[in-house]
């Protein structure tokens, strides 16, 4: 808990305490965290900022690459043949086109505006950039950049090895060479946080005709520099430098998180006035919209599989557009012509097994169908004996109950006042006449109790006998039971195989489904590759 109160630096000095700490503290993430609490304090910015980029090593390749010997300084090599060459046909650079471009961007960077030695040397740094990399050359936003660069680590020598190294450790050649081809990436990217976290906003764009396209070309290409006030674009540099691209994904959608409310209330033209002008007072908090873009989550992970997912979609696109030869280059269409020979290779072998599983799970179908219908039959048929057999032993418990009661009056009628009673009895009716009820006792079956007082063996016997004939039906139904339920669980158990066979085809027709889409999504990735920009 006391580490959000501690700066960056205090926080790197207790890793050097001990074992104990050092591992409490990679654990937690400690530094990482405090570097997105924003802080960082300035006078440790640019150090921090060196030792995340990787100048040696870029410095390194540099030399390989322009065959520099060891004891030469590159950038002064650099700019000595920028000065001296004539002709750079042979680079493919428009050596005129880009100072010409470099000297109208750089009083216009507003870092800089107003102190003609830091235009200069930024000039010098963008010019060596193209040098180094003419497949860039200069595009604007790259003057923002250096501006920033040049500013915090304040040598332009410095500035220009950070600058490489940014563009060489966050891929971002494809950013700035021509065409931008890396620019409808990062847009899709975003498109899928925005659509996913923000719907409603995302909906409103589309409503109104915009697409993310329509301001995340000015955020990313200049990584905020121009939108965001000085000190709050720092701190979004410190995460970026740190983490990478995600850190540009969070923050965009951390902006648009904060400003959600006002931008569902604005049309095209209003929403264009309020991002170019407002962005820059709204978002001078800077730990709150560090806090906003901590929160959205994603990772280089998730990225990762976008991107690809991206480049298969426009995979897709080319190739279907392989016929219209002028549209590529000689190698592109090369690389289109193997993917679609790849296609008709393992395409009909895999609709030949997909149709196959599907026959086969087809006719289990039917036989299913089928089945069940004689699972049901079964189970039914069982619910009807069950019932019955309720009932019959419903009966025979009446019988039971009514056979004891009449045993016991015959018992009472053998007494030494039988005659008595009885005369009294016959007496009483012939004067007062007989009940209506008296001689219809309220019985459910036939000879459960005669329908007199008096009670004769013969009418006991009659009702053993019917005792005995329902134990006999009894039997009778318990055995159909035993019939009928062998029946429903063999009927039961064959639906449940069969259940589970259909399953099994099911999963493996998934299975070999998603093997064949992994191989098509793969070689299309291959295309995708073949066909992107090689940085050089």
Same mark, same amino acid.
């Given at each position: 808990k006391i580490l959000k109160f501690l700066y960056t630096q205090e926080i790197a000095k207790l890793h050097l305490i001990d074992k104990a700490h050092y591992e409490t503290l990679v654990k937690n993430k400690a530094l990482k965290k405090s570097i997105w609490r924003g802080d960082l304090k300035s006078e440790y910015r640019a150090n921090f900022w060196i030792y995340q980029t990787p100048l040696y090593s870029v410095q390194e390749e540099v030399k390989k690459t322009l065959h520099i010997s060891q004891d030469v300084d590159v950038y002064d090599y650099i700019h000595s043949e920028i000065n001296s060459r004539k002709d750079f046909t042979n680079t493919g650079l428009d050596i005129a086109r880009v100072k010409d471009d470099i000297s109208k961007d750089t009083p216009r960077t507003y870092l800089v505006s107003n102190d003609y030695k830091a235009q200069n040397q930024l000039y010098r740094i963008l010019l060596a950039i193209a040098?180094?990399?003419?497949?860039?050359?200069?595009? %604007?936003?790259?003057?923002?950049?250096?501006?920033?660069?040049?500013?915090?680590?304040?040598?332009?020598?410095?500035?220009?090895?950070?600058?490489?190294?940014?563009?060489?450790?966050?891929?971002m050649e494809n950013l700035f060479m021509p065409g931008v081809p890396d620019l409808p990436l990062r847009e899709h990217q975003i498109n899928y946080y925005i659509h996913n976290m923000l719907p409603d906003l995302y909906s409103h764009f589309r409503r109104i005709g915009v697409t993310s396209g329509f301001f995340?070309?000015?955020?990313?290409?200049?990584?905020?520099?121009?939108?965001?006030?000085?000190?709050?674009?720092?701190? *979004?540099?410190?995460?970026?430098?740190?983490?990478?691209?995600?850190?540009?994904?969070? *923050?965009?959608?951390?902006?648009?998180?904060?400003?959600?409310?006002q931008i569902l209330a604005l049309d095209l033209e209003d929403l264009s006035n309020y991002l170019?002008?407002?962005?820059?007072?709204?978002?001078?908090d800077f730990k709150r919209l560090l806090k906003a873009a901590h929160k959205v989550h994603t990772s280089s992970k998730e990225l990762k599989k976008i991107e690809e997912e991206y480049y298969i979609e426009q995979a897709h696109l080319k190739l279907?557009? *392989?016929?219209?030869?002028?549209?590529?280059t000689e190698e592109e269409v090369k690389a289109l012509r193997w993917v679609k020979t790849e296609f008709e290779k393992f395409d009909p072998s895999t609709k030949k097994d997909v149709k196959e599983f599907q026959n086969k799970i087809e006719k289990l179908n039917q036989e299913l169908e089928s089945f069940n219908k004689y699972y049901l039959t079964a189970s039914m048929e069982l619910v009807k004996v069950e019932q019955e057999i309720e009932l019959m032993c419903e009966k025979k418990t009446i019988y039971i109950q009514n056979l004891k009661a009449m045993e016991n009056k015959f018992k009472r009628s053998k007494s030494k006042n039988f005659l008595t009673r009885l005369i009294g009895v016959k007496n009483?009716?012939?004067?007062?006449?007989?009940?209506?009820?008296?001689?219809?006792?309220?019985?459910?079956?036939?000879?459960? %109790?005669p329908s007199f007082e008096l009670i004769?063996?013969?009418?006991?016997?009659?009702?053993?006998?019917?005792?005995?004939?329902?134990d006999e039906e009894l039997k009778e139904l318990q055995n159909q039971y035993l019939q009928k339920y062998n029946l429903f669980s063999e009927a039961?158990?064959?639906?449940?195989?069969?259940?589970?066979?259909?399953?099994?085809?099911?999963?493996?027709?998934?299975?070999?489904?998603?093997?064949?889409?992994?191989?098509?999504n793969n070689t299309l990735l291959s295309l995708s590759k073949q066909l992107r920009p090689t940085p050089l």
């Open positions: 040098y180094v990399k003419p497949n860039i050359s200069y595009c %604007q936003g790259m003057n923002f950049i250096g501006g920033v660069l040049l500013k915090v680590v304040k040598n332009e020598e410095v500035a220009f090895w950070m600058m490489l190294s940014m563009i060489m450790k966050f891929d995340i070309s000015r955020w990313f290409m200049t990584l905020f520099a121009v939108y965001l006030p000085y000190h709050t674009v720092l701190r *979004v540099w410190d995460c970026f430098l740190l983490d990478g691209w995600k850190t540009m994904i969070k *923050v965009g959608v951390g902006i648009l998180k904060e400003i959600r409310h170019r002008n407002n962005l820059r007072s709204q978002h001078s279907a557009a *392989v016929e219209d030869t002028h549209a590529f009483k009716l012939k004067v007062v006449g007989l009940p209506e009820e008296f001689p219809q006792i309220d019985l459910r079956y036939e000879y459960a %109790q004769r063996k013969e009418d006991i016997l009659k009702c053993k006998e019917k005792l005995h004939q329902i039961k158990i064959k639906v449940e195989e069969m259940k589970e066979k259909k399953q099994s085809y099911s999963q493996q027709l998934c299975g070999f489904i998603y093997t064949y889409q992994t191989k098509k």
